[in-house]
């Protein structure tokens, strides 16, 4: 089974790479609509994202800024309770911008694919609970699963936003 597992990531992170490798300094910051939801620069420099514990009605649409900072959010998170770490809180993840987060993003795969090859598949069975919580009976395999399922979904999301943007650029 991890077998199978590290060749769903391979595929996972070719899509995630292919989209990533694509972007521009301007696609990360383009706003698709009205509603979104993006990266901000505070005084000190550093970039935080828009963020509300309860979803809005009407839900935003995020900006690329705002994936890249939520692939480094989530990943960050699961490595460091996979890893039997203590997770960073989200209000100490700032977004790397533009090209950094990037390569924050790359080596957050890197980390992923080092924890792959070095887990025993006998710990695909032990507990975990990020992301559902303490108490949700879910298993590191969960964990895993849940964690390709998740970057394929944000690479089609910042795929599909750079394929927007482009469009919308064209005279026609």
Do not use: C, Y
Request: charged content about 20%; hydrophobic content about 50%.
């Amino acid at each position: 089974m991890i077998e199978e597992l590290r060749r769903q990531f391979d595929l996972a992170w070719a899509l995630a790479d292919l989209h990533l490798a694509a972007l521009t300094d301007d696609d990360f910051l383009w706003e698709p609509g009205p509603l979104v939801w993006t990266v901000h620069q505070d005084a000190a420099g550093r970039w935080w994202p828009d963020w509300a514990d309860t979803e809005p009605e009407p839900i935003p649409v995020p900006t690329i800024g705002w994936l890249t900072w939520h692939v480094v959010f989530w990943w960050s998170t699961a490595l460091a309770h996979l890893n039997g770490e203590q997770p960073p809180a989200r209000t100490e993840i700032d977004w790397p911008p533009k090209s950094a987060a990037v390569e924050r993003i790359r080596s957050l795969a890197a980390q992923w694919r080092t924890l792959l090859t070095s887990l025993p598949p006998a710990d695909l069975g032990a507990a975990a609970e990020f992301p559902w919580g303490p108490d949700a009976g879910r298993r590191v395999g969960d964990t895993v699963l849940w964690l390709h399922v998740e970057l394929t979904k944000n690479a089609a999301e910042i795929g599909q936003l750079r394929l927007l943007r482009a469009a919308s650029q064209l005279s026609i």
